[in-house]
């Protein structure tokens, strides 16, 4: 299995819900990443998870909450996003050295 | 600062023609630069390069580094409409390897 799954595909959510966006994957990657894409720009990086342990932050709202139940497992939970969260938010996964680095699919997220 | 910056940041050609992409890039400890083809989801990977001078191939695209010049090359040759896209090129970097990306080629291919 090469592939890092994302699910959804699509997520419409109103300002007041909650909701999680799910990563997996199977190639024994030890390092995951969330990355934030709005149109017509480059993927901007959010987390990243080493060995199933938080390591970087870059200074993400605390509206975006990530979680690593294990390590082939990264959720994203939301609660309280504003419109202009709204992007494609993708999930990768690399081997320690970086080498094997794997996009998800994504999820198109929409704040209405 | 880790930098990627890639030129032109569009291309228009009509198909057959052959493009040169550029990306520049200054990345602490550097250990690889990746090229990846962006259509309308997630970014597909075309190349990792690691060492200098040394051309990857696959099919009609290929791809060479410069390590002194902090320097790559994407080269697509007899272009088609399928290859219309954004070009990433990126370097990870830091412990967890997380990725710096260019902002981008967008290439648009005429019939």
């Known amino acids: 299995d090469t592939e890092v799954t994302q699910t959804p595909k699509h997520l419409v959510m109103g300002m007041t819900n909650k909701k999680s966006l799910k990563c997996e994957q199977h190639m024994g990657h030890r390092a995951m990443y969330w990355y934030k894409q709005k149109a017509k720009k480059p993927p901007e990086l959010m987390f990243v998870y080493s060995y199933e342990k938080l390591s970087i932050n870059e200074s993400v709202p605390s509206r975006f909450s990530p979680e690593c139940p294990n390590s082939s497992l990264l959720n994203l939970h939301l609660h309280a996003l504003q419109p202009e969260d709204s992007a494609l938010y993708l999930c990768a996964s690399s081997q320690e050295q970086g080498y094997g680095y794997t996009f998800g699919s994504g999820t198109r997220l929409t704040v209405v | 600062e880790d930098k990627v910056v890639q030129s032109p940041l569009s291309l228009v050609v009509h198909e057959g023609d052959t493009v040169t992409l550029n990306c520049s890039y200054e990345?602490?400890?550097?250990?690889?630069l990746l090229w990846y083809k962006q259509e309308k989801k997630a970014p597909t990977f075309l190349f990792m390069l690691t060492s200098s001078g040394i051309e990857k191939k696959s099919g009609r695209l290929s791809s060479i580094l410069d390590k002194k010049e902090l320097f790559s090359i994407l080269n697509i040759t007899a272009t088609q409409t399928g290859d219309s896209a954004v070009y990433l090129c990126a370097g990870p970097r830091g412990s967890a390897r997380q990725l710096t990306f260019g902002s981008g080629t967008q290439l648009t291919v005429l019939p």
């Open positions: 990345v602490t400890n550097f250990r690889s």
